[in-house]
């Protein structure tokens, strides 16, 4: 017990030493032992590491978890399994989750009608997504956030460590050079002075027997101060050695996590590519079951801007959005636009709700927003009406239109 109380009060006098030879230095009060420039550039180097590689490492698990709630829970609970020695169980992925739940409603719609086989088919491409997906965040924390998390929790750690004892030595060494400067000038003062009684408060207190001249008291405590000083010197040197070397190892460290990187980008390329190739397989499936359903839902024309526009219903087709005009032998000749006259009576005002791109010459291209005149003819279509702007006219979609009173 009593040692134990011995090396209490030594620690506590220890980190008092330091505690004011700190306070000192940022005061401006007390000299500071630089570090050398080399060492100084791998402590930047290392602090600028750990800190892009923290946050690149979160921001990656946002992007593999964005929901932050889901993230944390995930978290404790991978903390719990490994504490417990127990494996992780697998997740279900929201792709997964969404299939799941379009497949258990189609029982319900029923397989058999449109929807219920429709759902039934985007679902088990919806697994298959979140099937991909598992495995590219299974990739991507083995290959790139594993290795982050490693230097962040256990490299770093050891380095941040050795760094601490370096600035304690640091400390020390700088405590021993004021001491020894402090003996230095009460020595000299004592030999001006002749005998006097040494002021010990100067150094540290100790325990002398005032027998010998003041002036040989002050070479006893020099000597004692110059010993020190040598073996704070030699610990402050043998800890900036072991940090630097440890610092050194940060570019090993960039070489690996390259390595890291670019195994996450093919981890990446090869999910997006699964995933193009299931929404592709996808695409082609429902447009074959529904082909004689809904003709154009997966055809973008590339002359229109995502519309895709048909023939006139006046020529025997239909244009998007718009009800097809039936097509017989008993159908009238098509209208010739050039040829029609406003009628006296019975002209409106309208405002264009959505852009409409004509799909051929006797049709009328459209603006968002704009009025036009519209009219009808007999004979023509009721989903089809005559619109002219200035000396422009043609076919437009009633659907595109909000006629005025």
């Not at 189609?106 to 219920?116: S, V």
């Not at 004021?178 to 002021?199: F, I, S, V, Y």
């Not at 004689?292 to 590339?302: K, Y």
């Amino acid at each position: 017990m009593d040692f134990n109380v011995k090396k209490l009060a030594s620690d506590a006098g220890v980190f008092f030493t330091r505690a004011v030879q700190f306070t000192e230095e940022k005061l401006g009060q007390a000299e500071k032992t630089e570090l050398d420039a080399h060492l100084e550039n791998l402590i930047a180097r290392g602090d600028c590491t750990k800190n892009w590689t923290e946050k690149i490492f979160r921001q990656t698990e946002v992007l593999l978890q964005p929901n932050p709630i889901d993230h944390t829970g995930a978290r404790i609970e991978e903390f719990f399994y490994e504490k417990l020695d127990r494996k992780i169980p697998t997740r279900t992925t929201n792709g997964e989750l969404l299939g799941q739940y379009m497949q258990d409603a189609a029982k319900d719609f029923g397989p058999g009608t449109p929807y219920g086989s429709t759902l039934i088919t985007v679902g088990e491409y919806q697994k298959k997504l979140g099937g991909a997906e598992r495995e590219f965040l299974q990739a991507s924390a083995v290959s790139f956030l594993t290795p982050l998390r490693n230097f962040l929790e256990g490299d770093w750690r050891t380095i941040s460590k050795e760094r601490r004892l370096l600035e304690n030595r640091r400390l020390d060494l700088d405590v021993c050079k004021a001491r020894l400067k402090k003996a230095k000038l009460a020595e000299a003062k004592a030999a001006c002075e002749g005998d006097a009684a040494p002021d010990f408060q100067e150094t540290r207190p100790r325990n002398y027997i005032l027998s010998a001249s003041a002036s040989a008291l002050w070479s006893e405590e020099v000597d004692k101060a110059e010993q020190e000083l040598r073996v704070a010197q030699t610990e402050f040197d043998r800890q900036a050695e072991v940090t630097r070397l440890l610092l050194e190892g940060i570019s090993s460290t960039h070489v690996n996590h390259l390595r890291c990187l670019h195994e996450f980008v093919e981890a990446q390329a090869a999910y997006y590519a699964q995933c193009h190739k299931h929404m592709q397989e996808l695409q082609k499936e429902l447009s074959s079951a529904n082909g004689d359903t809904f003709p154009n839902a997966f055809a973008v024309s590339a002359s229109t801007s995502g519309i895709s526009a048909g023939p006139s219903p006046l020529s025997g087709g239909s244009a998007p959005g718009c009800p097809a005009a039936s097509s017989g032998p008993l159908d009238p000749a098509p209208l010739k636009i050039e040829e029609v006259k406003p009628p006296a009576t019975g002209t409106r005002k309208a405002k264009v709700l959505y852009d409409y791109d004509a799909a051929d010459t006797s049709e009328l291209s459209l603006l968002a927003d704009e009025l036009i005149t519209v009219y009808t003819v007999p004979g023509m279509d009721p989903d089809w009406l005559i619109g002219e702007r200035g000396n422009q006219k043609g076919k437009v979609p009633v659907t595109y239109l909000e006629l005025l009173s």
